[in-house]
């Protein structure tokens, strides 16, 4: 099993920036597909950012130009840089491993993180 944990969310200013960190309790090679969710109450978990076996990385389209995905295998750590902050990406946002090639969606994940809180307001 791997353990995931977030880090890194808060409250921030419409406009602001925050950077989410998701720390692996072991060695997650760059053949390990991991990806970025988020779900907000009532809502469904969706995929916001995933890094798939050759790097290759992938954005749901509202966040695409805001949101950079990337990861640091000497730290086993994966980040998600967000800018230009809207309301709407309030959210609990989630760290996942995922099977397959990439995180296509919330039933690819085979670990989860515990969440970070992220909220956006004036």
């Known amino acids: 099993a791997v353990d995931l944990e977030e880090s890194g969310g808060g409250s921030v200013e419409i406009g602001g920036s925050l950077r989410l960190s998701c720390q692996a309790s072991?060695?997650?090679?760059?053949?390990?597909?991991m990806g970025w969710f988020r779900q907000s109450p009532g809502q469904e978990r969706d995929m916001v950012a995933s890094?798939?076996?050759?790097?290759?990385?992938r954005y749901r389209d509202s966040v695409q130009g805001r949101f950079t995905i990337s990861r640091d295998i000497q730290k086993n750590t994966l980040y998600l840089e967000m800018k230009n902050l809207k309301s709407e990406d309030t959210a609990t946002y989630y760290c996942a491993a995922c099977g397959g090639d990439y995180c296509v969606s919330r039933y690819s994940a085979h670990y989860w993180g515990l969440g970070t809180q992220v909220t956006v307001s004036s």
């Open positions: 072991q060695y997650m090679d760059n053949r390990s597909p």
């Open positions: 890094v798939d076996r050759n790097g290759h990385t």
